[in-house]
């Protein structure tokens, strides 16, 4: 069950406006799919209502506020900008949840060198068609001139996993890249 805490500066908090917080506490708990703590200040100043919403649900937050010249409407405009982030933030979890799946199918790599996989423990030696593994293009990488050292800071600093760049030792293109370990690999071609 849903905790509504509704507190008013210079405004009294009237049954109706109690309910109507009560009643988009639910609707907003039924975007979450579960109870949502909710706390709602209401204020008045000189012509204008303003509506302050701060609502908490699991480690999640969302805050809104709004104000227009009708206490109904400002709590109705904050409420909507609380489901507006909730449902945004159910989309980029459902996005990342399911993001894995699709970068580990695409990376699969057949391990025997022919056409086909084996499947284990399928009696009859029958083989499951290899998947095919997806190329996916990324921004062009401009190998600039630089030592090991500033390739390494640089690959920290940016987050990547993998650099390119030109040696300014030997003056060859090589590649920097981040280990399963968490060392850093360094690949240079023989040429």
């Known amino acids: 069950m849903a905790v509504v805490e509704c507190s008013g500066r210079n405004v009294e908090v009237t049954a109706a406006l109690r309910k109507l917080a009560e009643e988009r ?3 907003l708990e039924r975007h979450l799919g579960g109870p949502a703590d909710v706390r ?3 204020s008045h100043e000189k012509h204008r209502f303003g509506a302050e919403i701060i609502a908490t649900h699991r480690r999640q937050r969302w805050e809104a506020t709004e104000e227009t010249a009708d206490a109904r409407a400002a709590l109705a405009a904050a409420f909507e900008k609380i489901d507006a982030q909730a449902v ?3 989309e980029k979890r459902r996005g990342r949840k399911h ?3 699709s970068r580990l199918d ?3 790599a057949p ?3 022919g056409g086909e996989r084996k499947t284990r423990g399928n009696g009859g030696g029958r083989r499951a068609p290899r998947m095919a593994a997806r ?5 062009p990488a401009a190998a600039k001139p630089m030592g090991v050292d500033e390739a390494a800071l640089a690959m920290e ?3 990547e996993n993998v650099l390119v760049f030109r040696d300014s030792a030997n003056d060859r293109v090589s590649v920097l890249y981040r280990r399963r370990d968490g060392d850093l690999g360094l690949i240079v071609p023989e040429c």
């Open 25 to 27: 506490t639910q609707r």
């Open 40 to 42: 709602v200040v209401l």
């Open 88 to 90: 945004r933030d159910a």
């Open 99 to 101: 993001r894995g799946w």
């Open 106 to 108: 695409s990376v699969e």
């Open 111 to 113: 391990s025997n060198g």
């Open 135 to 139: 190329v996916v293009r990324s921004r």
């Open 157 to 159: 600093s940016s987050g």
